[in-house]
């Protein structure tokens, strides 16, 4: 059974690229880019809907219930 907090689904994990996850919970979101061995020069982030400057990586904390998705740039032609 899911449970709702304010309108919201409640997770206890977070969601990384739609897979739950535990083991980031008040990790920073540039140490759980680097455990995931994403490279840095070429993604996107997004938590929960908004797009997460690259500057605020270090600072924002990944909490219980985040969504976050991550997004690689490939180059061709």
Not at 3 to 32: A, C, I, P, W
Not at 50 to 64: C, D, G, M, R, W
């Amino acid at each position: 059974m899911k449970k709702f907090v304010d309108g919201k689904e409640f997770r206890k994990n977070m969601r990384l690229n739609g897979v739950e996850k535990e083991e980031y919970h008040n990790q920073s979101v540039l140490t759980m880019l680097e455990k995931e061995k994403f490279q840095m020069d070429r993604i996107a982030v997004e938590v929960n809907g908004e797009i997460l400057p690259k500057s605020k990586y270090n600072q924002t904390l990944v909490h219980a219930g985040d969504v976050i998705e991550v997004v690689s740039f490939v180059g061709g032609g």
